[in-house]
């Protein structure tokens, strides 16, 4: 472990922070003030052609969802929904065929991103989380641990998804809302880069940061040691 102390930027207290401002101040545990060596090693993968560009587009993407930043003092203005920067995106990296992940659960949500794509001109390839129609029992679910109780049940199949694309060589993926994990190795096994479009929250409507805005009122449970979430307090 390089420097002292482990990083710990959420708990950041300090108003002028070194990574955002000329001349910034750091807290004890600061990456940027104690991990001056991984830093400098790191940045040399941005010295790799595909990697270089992919990360200058992105920023210049991060940009132009800001509109009027010539006005001084620039007041942010954001214009742009996230599915029109990942076409966006797509389309300055040259891509032209797009892979879609999709939970089974997000259908409508995976076919009106389809036809938005395909609108915009590129091929898409879409993979449902369910393809293979594999039994749960297959990865040693039992009864009791499934959804569906005394049902035949498909396991999700990230890897499989992942797969299928990796053969039709998508440019580019997008996920749709699959489970916490499931994401995780779809990441894992996709050749190609992945952004996500929907992350999956059953309750909120996917849209997993409103628990952290209400924190301090209707999710406050979530800040007591060892609740699980199943217990139906709130």
């Known amino acids: 472990m390089e420097g002292k102390g482990v990083p ?10 070194i990574c955002l401002v ?14 001056g060596k991984t830093i400098e090693r790191t940045m040399r993968e941005y010295g790799k052609s595909q990697v270089r560009e992919f990360a200058r587009m992105a920023s210049i993407q991060e940009a132009e969802c800001y509109i ?57 390839v879409s993979v449902v989380c369910k393809v293979g129609a594999t039994p749960k029992e297959k990865i040693g679910i039992r009864q009791e641990e499934k959804i ?15 797969t299928i694309l990796n053969e039709e060589k998508t440019d ?42 209400t924190s301090g009122t209707y999710y406050a449970r979530m800040l007591r040691p060892g609740i699980d979430g199943t217990d139906g307090a709130g």
């Open 8 to 17: 710990a930027c959420a708990k950041c207290p300090v108003e002028d922070k």
């Open 22 to 35: 000329e001349g910034g101040k750091g807290p004890k545990f600061c990456p940027t003030e104690n991990y």
């Open 68 to 124: 009027d930043r010539h006005i001084q003092p620039y007041v942010l203005h954001p214009v742009k929904p996230r599915v029109q920067e990942v076409c966006e995106f797509a389309k300055k990296m040259g891509y032209r065929k797009l892979g879609v992940a999709f939970c089974a659960g997000l259908p409508s949500e995976a076919q009106t991103l389809n036809r938005i794509l395909e609108a915009q001109g590129f091929e898409v």
């Open 148 to 162: 569906w109780i005394g049902q035949f049940e498909s396991m999700c199949s990230p890897i499989v998804q992942a």
């Open 172 to 213: 580019f993926n997008i996920l749709v809302g699959l489970c916490v994990g499931h994401d995780s190795l779809f990441f894992k096994y996709s050749d190609a880069f992945t952004t996500v479009l929907v992350t999956k929250d059953r309750v909120l409507g996917h849209n997993p940061v409103a628990a952290l805005y």
